[in-house]
Every structure is written in C-alpha cells, then in structure tokens.
C-alpha cells in the first residue's frame, strides 16, 4: 500500500533563506508526483507536477526534483518570502490504484 | 472565472440530517473527484468519476453518494449525517495533456456536524 510522509510537519524561517522541503513515497510504481500549497481555510493550488520518467520541475522560485527508485522528491524553495507561508503537499499518482495518495504536509512559515 | 467550484462553503448541521454539496468545473475536464480533508489535514480520496461514470470508490460509507448529472458536475450527497462526517470536503477536476493530469482543485466546504 502506497504511503506519503513528509519531513518535516512545520518549519519556520526568517524571509530570504533558501529551504528544502521533502517528500518520500513507499512504492516507486508512481504515474507521476505533485505538489501542491494549500494555504489557511482554501482549496489546494498545483504547482509543480513531476512525471515518473522526469527528474525535476522548475517554475520560478519553486524546483522540486524526483527520485523514484529511492522513493524520494524535494521541492527547493528560493530566497523565500512572507507570501509562501503556507501548508505544502505532495501527492503520488499511484501505478497500481490510480489514485492521488497525498502526504501529511508541511507547515511553512517565513517571518519578516 | 473560477474553474472548480463548490456549494456551499460552509455547512452546519444536525446529526441524523441528510445535505448535499454541489461541485461545477468550467475547465472541460472529463475526471472529477471528492478528496475528504479530515482535522488533521489528512486528505483522502472519496471517489473519481470520469465522463459521468464511477471510476473510484473509496471505502467510504454508502450514506455517501456521488451522482454526476453531466461532465462537468459532480454532487455528494450524505444522508444521516454523523459527527465523524465532519471535515473539510475538496473536489477536483483532471484532464490528462501530454501525459500529464495534474488536478485542479475547488475551494472546499467546511462541513461541521453538531
């Protein structure tokens, strides 16, 4: 059975650091992996979608990379402001079930 | 123009209570979905239809029933409702592009059972 942990829950910087946020997944056999911000009482907003043939996915500030074999993705956060607090998910499109399995979460705050 | 949204947003009601909550998608999409965002931020999917027919079906309890009336909607329905029904409930739309199918999501509904 898939499972998606991230590390870690929460983290909280002061503006302007570059950080790591990491995801791993259980079993390779993936179509793909997203993350996604969900930020206080909204919805979810994709931002990088990485296919399983792929190793990284840039969009501005934002790189996430990919290793399925180890099971493992970071997403790379750039020079980080007030604006990207936020909750961050990653989710795998899982091979076997075709379904979204989504990680815990972490809980991003970046403080003036 | 919002693409994936959801009604209402928030609900409040009695245990035993039957409610629903509407989903529309002005993207195209031939995929919808219900994820269920439980008070831990855990979120799950519930079920995913494509062009109207039931794709997935979560273990879920049967007083949960999706209907699709077209492609672009996709209503849940609860019938006695219970304090562990509770949550926080998200659709969603897919399309796949270029092998890609990243997922849109609606505001969601806060639905909170007494």
């Known amino acids: 059975k898939q499972e998606v942990t991230q590390i870690p829950a929460a983290l909280s910087v002061p503006e302007g650091e570059n950080l790591v946020l990491n995801c791993s997944f259980t079993?390779?056999?993936?179509?793909?992996l997203q993350w996604f911000r969900q930020d206080p009482g909204k919805g979810l907003t994709s931002l990088l979608l990485?296919?399983?043939?792929?190793r990284e996915q840039t969009s501005g500030r934002l790189n996430a990379s990919l290793d399925k074999s180890s099971g493992r993705s970071t997403l790379y956060i750039a020079a980080s402001q007030p604006g990207d607090s936020a909750t961050y998910l990653c989710?795998?499109?899982?091979?076997?079930?075709?379904?979204?399995?989504f990680g815990t979460g972490t809980r991003l705050q970046v403080f003036p | 123009d919002t693409a994936v949204s959801q009604t209402p947003k928030y609900l409040v009601t009695q245990m035993g209570n039957d409610k629903s909550i509407k989903c529309e998608q002005n993207?195209?999409?031939?995929?919808m979905y219900w994820y269920k965002q439980d008070s831990k931020k855990f979120l799950k999917i519930m079920f995913s239809?494509?062009?109207?027919?039931?794709?997935i079906n979560e273990t879920v309890p049967n007083r949960f029933s999706p209907k699709s009336p077209d492609k672009a909607h996709l209503n849940l329905h609860i019938n006695s409702l219970e304090l562990g029904d509770s949550a926080v409930y998200f659709c969603?739309?897919?399309?796949?592009?270029?092998?890609?199918?990243?997922?849109?999501f609606g505001p969601g509904t806060r639905l909170t059972v007494l």
């Open positions: 079993d390779s056999a993936i179509y793909n």
């Open positions: 993207l195209g999409h031939d995929t």
């Open positions: 989710a795998v499109r899982d091979y076997n079930t075709d379904k979204l399995i």
């Open positions: 969603a739309s897919s399309q796949i592009v270029g092998g890609a199918d990243t997922q849109y």
């Open positions: 990485i296919q399983s043939s792929q």
């Open positions: 239809y494509n062009n109207k027919e039931l794709i």
